[in-house]
T-cell receptor
């Protein structure tokens, strides 16, 4: 059974810092991996999707990498801003699972002024 | 932009009641999903549907059922609500690989359900 772990569970950084969020998964037979953002009391917003054949994806100040063989992904946020404060979730879609996702429990990020 | 709309943001019901949570998407997606989200447990899949009238159990289907009579609408039903079903419920949709490749799931804003 696929298990997804995110470390740390919570992180507080001053504005302007670059930071890395970590995601690990136990079964490397994945179809893709997604990073989501969730603001308090809200649904999830998709940030980046990396296919199993890709090594990384970039969107603005966000860069996500994937090392499928070691079961790891990182989300890099450059020049953090207070508006980046949210919970970040990673989710993996295993092969042959009809689009089902397995989620980590998230990293709660606070960017302070 | 894809829009996934959940009928209620907050809902309070009593134990034993039959509860309906509604979800509508406007992008003609074939796949629709219901999750619940609890502190420390993350998102867990309850049921999903890959076509009209088709459904499959997720990881925690006990105490729930679903209905998909039209492609755009996916309903979650709590047959007899219990206090342990108090949670945040999230609906999502995505195209099938045959429709559009490599598309993420799109989520609604969630329904916070309290069972008293």
């Amino acid at each position: 059974k696929q298990e997804v772990t995110q470390i740390p569970a919570a992180l507080s950084v001053p504005e302007g810092e670059n930071l890395v969020l970590n995601c690990s998964f136990t079964d490397s037979a994945i179809y893709n991996l997604q990073w989501f953002r969730q603001d308090p009391g809200k649904g999830l917003t998709s940030l980046l999707l990396i296919q199993s054949s890709q090594r990384e994806q970039t969107s603005g100040r966000l860069n996500a990498s994937l090392d499928k063989s070691s079961g790891r992904s990182t989300l890099y946020i450059a020049a953090s801003q207070p508006g980046d404060s949210a919970t970040y979730l990673c989710a993996v879609r295993a092969t042959g699972t009809a689009s089902k996702l397995t989620f980590g429990t998230g990293t709660r990020l606070q960017v302070t002024l | 932009d894809v829009k996934v709309t959940q009928s209620s943001r907050y809902l309070v019901k009593r134990t034993g009641e039959k509860v309906f949570l509604e979800c509508v998407q406007d992008m003609d997606h074939e796949n629709m999903f219901w999750y619940r989200q609890d502190p420390g447990l993350g998102l867990r899949l309850i049921y999903f549907s890959y076509d009209v009238k088709m459904k499959e159990k997720g990881d925690i289907p006990e105490g729930y059922s679903v209905s998909r009579e039209k492609k755009e609408r996916f309903s979650l039903i709590l047959e007899s609500a219990s206090t342990n079903q108090t949670s945040m419920y999230l609906c999502a949709s995505s195209p099938s690989p045959g429709q559009v490749r490599y598309q993420p799931q799109h989520f609604g804003d969630g329904t916070r359900l309290s069972i008293l």
